[in-house]
């Protein structure tokens, strides 16, 4: 192709193709039947369809150890906001020059139950399932969440927290019941990793992925990090092959939302070539940039969302990406651990998951509270930080060209790190 890439492959993966047709929630009071309310909604992924189930409507707390059965739960999902004090006390290593950590809030694209928050309802017998979007600061209810491919028993809807609390004010008024219809495609399909090779000076080599599917346009979610793997693909393309560090291969894997399936397929079938012949994995997603709602609308404003680096606790790779984010300036940026976030975690919460601890890896990636909605669109890029994540990745390859395979293992460290990181040196003003 264009970018002269060797060895270019389609590699098919099986993943679940799931798409809503249509969908409905009525509710009214047991005393008036007839007098019926009809709330917007959407519903949630890979839940189960129905041409109509009626059931009484039960506030749920969204916990375990409720009886719900034969009624329809509706929990209210609650998004987290987190200072940005809590977020970087999870980091190895910050760069804030704008000294914005005090004061900054970030509301995560999910609650703390992520893709587990219909979980406790099919536990306690509900039949469906009405989850509440609480706590953004815009009117929304496409959510594309859960995306873990589990293909829950039982019908599931999202409320606007506008629309939701209307249905909360109507169960304040006395027994209720409601009546869902969901109309859903839900099958096999084939999708495809792509992948392609550009040879370099060493025998060894550096992965550089993201995944290529997403929901909705999912502008940031993932065609960001594609053109963000692309860009490295364009310049590796340019530099001769002797002075490219290591061989190169470019992965944009399938199935991010299909429960991981392009990540699991990837790491399975290519266990040895990563375990023994990469350098280091670097994952990019998320070019993003941070938004505020403004009278139920999202709106995007030009500061780019806090970056987050998950990064092996390795010396050398810790100090080669603080040190391209020095470089190029890339403010709001966190290096995080690969394990540990969220709390008990054993893989960073990205599309780089499982390549921890088969190799290093230095995963880039931001959460925007916009993440998996419908709001996703071209104009949430933020557009000034792809030229500067393109010069850091291209620093990070440049810094691992005296590193092998086993040199990075061997200076892995249980943390703390017994030295200091070196101090930063910022870009040089224009
Ligand atoms: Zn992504």
């Not at 150890?65 to 209210?76: P, W």
């Not at 209810?141 to 606007?160: F, K, N």
């Not at 040895?272 to 012949?277: E, G, H, S």
């Amino acid at each position: 192709m264009e970018f002269g890439l060797e060895d270019v492959t389609l590699d098919p993966v099986s993943v679940d193709r799931w798409e809503p047709l249509a969908w409905s929630l009525d509710v009214w009071h047991d005393a008036t039947p007839g007098d019926r309310m009809s709330l917007p909604c959407y519903p949630t992924p890979f839940s189960a369809a129905t041409s109509g189930l009626e059931g009484e409507l039960a506030l749920s707390s969204g916990m375990a150890g409720e009886d719900l059965g034969g009624k329809i739960a509706v929990v209210e999902n609650q998004f987290l906001a987190l200072p940005q004090s809590v977020l970087t006390s999870f980091a190895t290593w910050v760069y804030d020059p704008a000294g914005e950590v005090p004061t900054s809030v970030q509301i995560l694209p999910f609650s703390g139950q992520l893709n587990t928050i219909m979980d406790p309802a099919v536990a306690a017998g509900a039949i469906g399932f009405v989850g509440i979007l609480r706590g953004l600061p815009w009117d929304t209810d496409h959510y594309y969440v859960p995306y873990d491919d589990v293909h829950r028993p039982i019908p599931g809807l999202w409320l606007s927290e506008r629309n939701g609390d209307r249905l909360l004010e109507f169960l304040g008024q006395g027994p209720a019941r409601g009546r869902i219809v969901l109309e859903r495609n839900l099958e096999p399909a084939t999708s495809h990793e792509v992948t392609g090779v550009l040879r370099g000076a060493s025998d060894q080599w550096i992965v550089i992925g993201s995944h290529h599917d997403g929901p909705w346009a999912s502008a940031v979610e993932d065609a960001s990090g594609t053109s963000l793997v692309l860009a490295q693909a364009r310049y590796w393309s340019r530099v001769p092959a002797r002075e490219r560090p290591h061989n190169l291969l470019f992965l944009l894997n399938a199935g991010h939302f299909s429960g991981g399936a392009g990540l699991q397929h990837f790491v399975t079938t290519h266990h040895d070539f990563i375990a023994n012949q990469v350098v280091v994995e670097i994952h990019l997603e998320h070019a993003a940039r941070e938004a505020r709602g403004d009278n139920g609308q999202l709106v995007p404003t030009d500061a780019p969302e806090w970056r987050w680096w998950f990064t092996s606790f390795i010396p050398p790779l810790e100090e080669a990406v603080a040190g391209a984010i020095c470089a190029e300036g890339l403010g709001r940026s966190l290096i995080m651990p690969p394990e540990g976030f969220p709390p008990g975690s054993k893989n960073p919460p990205t599309d780089a998951a499982f390549f921890h601890p088969l190799t290093p890896i230095v995963s880039f990636l931001t959460a925007p509270m916009y993440l998996f909605d419908e709001g996703d669109t071209l104009a949430m890029i933020h557009q000034a930080s792809l030229v500067p994540l393109t010069r850091a990745t291209i620093r990070i390859v440049e810094a691992l060209r005296d590193q092998t395979v086993s040199s990075l293992r061997s200076a892995v460290y249980v943390p703390p790190r017994a030295t200091k990181m070196p101090p930063c040196v910022p870009p040089p003003t224009p």
